[in-house]
């Protein structure tokens, strides 16, 4: 069973076929810069050009960087503002031609962790967060995503976590990695009172250099290192449009639960 997925970035969009029994790559990755003005008409035709590329005719699993409630998109924190209130779903399916699903890009790449990554058979409570322009929350309880939550915006000190602590700032602000860490210890402290989580899986960009700062990192749950680095969003968006539970009560809601059968070519069946 196969789907593209495409993990929609500040900086990139990414796509590729995705093999959804082993959660690898089918194809090459595509990658296209994400225009410096990001609004949904400059972003679509990119959307649609990975379609072309990878001659790809069936469901399209596809990430966005904010809230997507039910297919339209509440807020844009690091893209272009006018994609708040946009049906993303209406959107991409006029753009390619194939059906498609949206979701937030860290509950991707938590759901592509979570079976094919570092929460593979993981129970209890599992949170995803993703480090990178922004941050990234995907919250799990025995595998099952809570959708869109939204921890980068926990207030800490006063500010947006993600305005402390994103990857980003630690550039941004020339931070060392320990003076980093002393910040995402701040938040992941918040997150343990909150949540009192089983397991931390540490994602976005950072995680390719998690032996950098990981030795700084306090917690009292296990904390544990992305393994799908910048495959995660790919594979977690191919996975969503693909699962045939989800796919079904968000078709019912668009008033077609047949869509996957419809449309799905006859190797992704
Ligand atoms: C957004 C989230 C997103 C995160 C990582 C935050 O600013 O509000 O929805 O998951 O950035 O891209």
């Given at each position: 069973m196969q789907a593209l997925g495409i993990d929609i970035g500040g900086s990139g969009v990414k796509g590729a076929i995705v093999d959804l029994e082993r959660g690898?790559?089918?194809?090459e990755r595509i990658r296209y810069d994400t225009p410096a003005e990001s609004y949904p008409d400059a972003v679509a035709p990119l959307v649609a050009q990975i379609v072309a590329d990878c001659a790809w005719r069936g469901p399209v699993g596809i990430t966005f960087p904010g809230i997507v409630y039910h297919g339209v998109v509440q807020t844009a924190a690091n893209v272009?503002?006018?994609?708040?209130?946009?049906?993303a779903v209406k959107l991409f399916e006029r753009a390619t031609g194939c059906p498609v699903r949206v979701l937030n890009d860290a509950d991707a790449a938590g759901v592509a962790e979570m079976t094919f990554?570092?929460?593979?058979n993981q129970t209890g409570v599992t949170i995803m967060l993703t480090f990178g322009t922004g941050i990234g929350s995907a919250v799990f309880l025995d595998g099952k995503l809570l959708p869109n939550?939204?921890?980068?915006?926990?207030?800490?000190r006063g500010k947006d976590a993600e305005h402390r602590a994103a990857a980003r700032i630690r550039k941004e602000e020339n931070l060392s990695w320990e003076q980093w860490a002393e910040r995402v210890n701040e938040f992941l402290a918040a997150m343990e009172f909150f949540f009192s989580p089983d397991v931390f899986i540490v994602g976005g960009g950072v995680s390719k250099k998690y032996d950098k700062f990981m030795h700084f990192l306090k917690t009292r749950a296990r904390i544990v290192p992305a393994q799908?680095?910048?495959e995660a969003g790919i594979i977690g968006a191919a996975m969503y449009v693909a699962d045939l539970s989800t796919a079904q009560s968000q078709g019912a809601a668009h008033g077609d639960a047949d869509w996957v059968a419809a449309v799905a070519p006859d190797d992704a069946e």
């Open positions: 690898t790559l089918l194809s272009d503002k006018r994609w708040t209130n946009v049906d990554g570092a929460g593979r939550t939204e921890f980068g915006h926990l207030p800490i799908l680095l910048n």
